[in-house]
Structures are given as structure tokens and as C-alpha cells.
């Protein structure tokens, strides 16, 4: 679980921390940094999976690379004007159970195959996962005139029950007399790499017996999925026939996913199925085909007449792709979904809202929702929302129980006189505009 996110430099996140939920939805008016809070932890999901830099800024990744540094007044045009500029993204991660079990199984069958002599690796080997609450950091530097990218900073350590790193161990990885340092556990020497890679060291392809913590870092992040719903178009059209193990970033491989499900796993496809039978009761079945040029056609069947998804509302798809992405096998460890109730019934909203809360409830996945709804924050604990703002160009994220507007309203008196009304609900008061910075 992402407990908690601290970004400087990054898009209109000039300065933010904030402690999240295993349910987070941040509300706010358009343009406070919501999608931007969403693409900085797509982007560290990236950089921990791929080769280099430049490849983790590649679509569906949203903007180009110089566009993710914070500029001021003078827009892009004032970034190519310096020599450099920097952002960082630090993440406190309670690593998920599946991770944990996942690479102390590699290990156990690594230790196994060079007790058994099948191996050359030397026997000496580091014990399994022994930390389960680890913080990450890396700050990523652009060279504005060259386009050029590279890692000046990067960390990873184990933390106490206070959430501080802890003095029993020395950082995994760690930046030190302009050097990277790279830890192997159980050794005192660690492995020297220069600062300006052009890659994270968390991407590299480490022997996890000796990198255990690392690795699981590494497949915590990779995990990550989000998700940007597109049903104008996207998750309309047919596509090639493939194994999905999921339905795609806006959705395009709906149709492929779910006849992977239907040819492979009948039990989760009817699960799905079911569910969307009871958020809407007339679609009673989903049916996959395959046409003449092996493409996959996604057909519903409403009311007793099979419709094709291309003529289906843009609302009933997003439903559809919520279940779905609830329903992938390798269970990530966080999903995060942009505006999930767009084109979706009011009356259905409270559905939406209900799914969320019992998929994060499982304590298998965190959710992190964006949402425009003046409906959907009044449905969710208000333990889980929190409300984006932005002043000056710079977005704020504060835990909606904490939102204050000055000293005067601590007095629920002074706040029914002032306002001549009762307590407001959640939605009301984004109407009213009482969030709009």
C-alpha cells in the first residue's frame, strides 16, 4: 500500500506530501492537479520498469518530458532559458502481501537450485523479505537545451514503526560522496554507480537473493496500473484477437480481455457478467466473437436484443472496465482511475461508489480516484477523501477532514450564521464552490 507521497518540481506539484488511504479520492475544480497527482505515480511506476528514462516518458505516458518540470510565469519557454531543472517523487510503500510472497518464493527456489549444485552462484545468499515498510526516492534531472535525461538522486530504506528510516540497517541504495551506492544484503561494501544514469537502478535486472528488498520495491511499483477510460471511441472498437491480462489503459483491449476471460477463465468472466447485470439490470449476458479478419466483437445482450458495443453508452462501457479492472489476475497493488463516473447515471453513482469501497476494502488493492462528481464524494468515507486545490499555480492536496476555511468556521454557531442553512452535504458545498481554491 502507498501510504505516503511527496513530490517537489513535478507539473503544478511544486511542493506536496500527503498520507493516503487504501481508498483515496481526490476532488477538487478542473485544472488543481488532480491528473497530474495521477501521472507522477504512473511515471514512478514507469522508471521502475523500464530500460531507461526517455522510454518511461513514452505514451500513454501524458505530456513530453520537458513539460513535467515545474515552470513558472514564463511557461516552457522559461525552462529552455535555464541550464537544468529537477523533480523528485518520494514514496513511503507497506510493501503488499502478494510482493512479499512472490519474491521470498524466487528466493526460496533460487537457494534451493544452488543447494542442489544446478548453480554457480556462490552459496552464500541473503535472507528473505525481513522489512515490510520501505521508502523510495528518486529525482530525475532534464537538461532543457538537449532534451537530455538522468538520475541524480536515488534512495531506498527500510522504515520503523514511525514511519522513519531506521537506524538498524544502512539504506539499500542510497546517494553518498557523488556517488550512487548500491547495497548488496549481508555484505558491508556496497557496489559504486555514477549519479548521472540515464536509468533508475531500481529498473535493473538484480539477483534477488541478494537484492530481495529491492526487488520487491521494484515489483510493488510495476504493479501499479491506471487506468483513463476512453468510451467514445476506444473501448468501442474491435481489436485483434490476444491474450489480455488486462483491458488496456483507456480501455482499448476491453473486447480482447474479456474473451481471453471467457475462453480461459469462465468463472471470473461470469463474475464480471453478473455484476454488471446488477449495477444494470436490463444487460443480462456479454458475449465475445471473433469476425472474419480474427478481430474480437464485444456484443451485449439488453432486454433480450444483442447490441454491439459500439452502439452502447459511454457510461455502461466505463462500468464494464471498472469491473474488469477489479477482476485482474495478478492482483496489482494499486489502481488508479480518472474520473470513473463520467457518463454514468446519478442513480448509478452510488453503485460506483460502493464497488470502490469493497474492492479497497479486500485490503489486496489501494484505489487512487479522480472525480469532477458533485455526487460521488458524498457516497465515500470522508477518511477518504481529499480535496485539490491550486493557488498561485501550485496544487495543493489536503485531507478533506483537515480542510479548513480560517479560524471563524471551527464554530459550527458562527457557521450556521453566517450561512443562514444548515450543515451542507459534501456535494452542496462543491456546488456552492467552497473548494474552487
Not at 512479499?100 to 542442489?116: C, D, G, H, P, R
Not at 532534451?147 to 539499500?172: C, H, Q, W
Not at 462528481?373 to 457516497?379: C, H
Request: glycine share 6%; proline share 6%; with cysteine.
Amino acid at each position: 500500500m502507498l501510504k505516503r507521497v511527496k513530490i517537489e518540481g513535478y507539473k503544478s506539484l511544486r511542493s506536496v506530501e500527503v498520507n493516503l488511504e487504501p481508498l483515496t479520492v481526490l476532488f477538487g475544480p478542473n485544472a488543481a492537479g488532480k491528473s497530474n497527482f495521477l501521472d507522477a505515480l504512473q511515471l514512478l511506476s514507469r522508471m521502475a520498469n523500464y530500460k531507461t528514462l526517455k522510454q518511461a516518458f513514452d505514451p500513454p505516458y501524458r505530456g513530453a518530458p520537458l513539460e513535467s518540470f515545474t515552470f513558472g510565469p514564463a511557461g516552457v519557454q522559461g525552462l529552455l532559458e535555464q541550464e537544468s531543472a529537477t523533480f523528485s517523487i518520494e514514496v513511503d510503500v507497506e510493501l503488499s502481501p502478494a510482493v512479499v510472497q512472490s519474491v521470498n518464493a524466487q528466493i526460496q527456489e533460487m537457494k534451493k537450485k544452488t543447494l542442489n549444485g544446478s548453480s554457480s552462484t556462490p552459496s552464500k545468499v541473503s535472507a528473505s523479505i525481513r522489512e515490510r515498510n520501505l521508502r523510495y526516492r528518486i529525482q530525475v534531472e532534464i537538461l532543457p537545451k538537449s532534451g537530455i535525461l538522468r538520475v541524480t538522486d536515488e534512495y531506498l530504506a527500510a522504515l520503523n514503526s514511525r514511519g522513519e528510516p531506521t537506524g538498524k540497517r544502512s539504506a539499500f541504495l542510497e546517494y553518498r560522496d557523488k556517488r550512487l551506492h548500491l547495497r548488496m544484503e549481508g555484505q558491508s561494501h556496497p557496489t559504486y554507480y555514477d549519479q548521472h544514469l540515464n536509468h533508475s537502478l531500481l529498473s535493473l535486472p538484480l539477483y534477488p537473493p541478494h537484492y530481495p528488498h529491492l526487488i520487491a520495491m521494484q515489483k510493488e511499483l510495476v504493479s501499479w496500473l491506471f487506468f483513463y477510460f476512453e468510451p467514445r471511441e476506444h473501448m468501442r472498437m474491435s481489436s485483434q484477437v490476444e491474450e489480455m491480462l488486462h483491458i488496456g489503459f483507456m480501455g482499448e483491449k476491453l473486447a480482447p480481455y474479456l474473451h481471453t476471460l471467457e475462453v480461459f477463465d469462465k468463472a471470473r468472466f461470469r463474475v464480471i457478467e453478473k455484476a454488471l447485470h446488477a449495477i444494470i439490470p436490463s444487460i443480462t449476458a456479454i458475449k465475445t466473437s471473433l469476425n472474419n479478419v480474427a478481430e474480437v466483437e464485444l456484443t451485449f445482450v439488453e432486454d433480450g436484443i444483442p447490441i454491439p458495443s459500439r452502439l452502447m453508452s459511454g457510461g455502461t462501457l466505463r462500468i464494464l472496465g471498472l469491473l474488469c479492472a477489479g477482476s485482474i489476475k495478478d492482483t496489482p497493488a494499486l489502481l488508479g482511475f480518472e474520473e470513473p463516473e463520467n457518463g454514468i447515471h446519478p442513480r448509478r453513482i452510488q453503485l460506483i461508489a460502493r464497488l470502490l469501497e469493497t474492492r479497497a476494502a479486500t485490503g489486496d488493492t489501494q484505489l487512487i480516484v479522480t472525480t469532477h462528481s458533485p455526487i460521488l464524494p458524498d457516497l465515500i468515507p470522508e477518511t477518504s477523501l481529499f480535496v485539490c486545490t491550486k493557488k498561485d499555480g501550485q496544487t495543493r492536496i489536503t485531507p478533506f477532514q483537515r480542510f479548513s476555511f480560517g479560524a471563524i468556521w471551527n464554530s459550527e454557531d458562527k457557521k450556521r450564521a453566517l450561512n443562514d442553512e444548515e450543515a451542507l452535504t459534501t456535494s452542496e458545498r462543491i456546488m456552492r464552490g467552497d473548494f474552487d481554491a
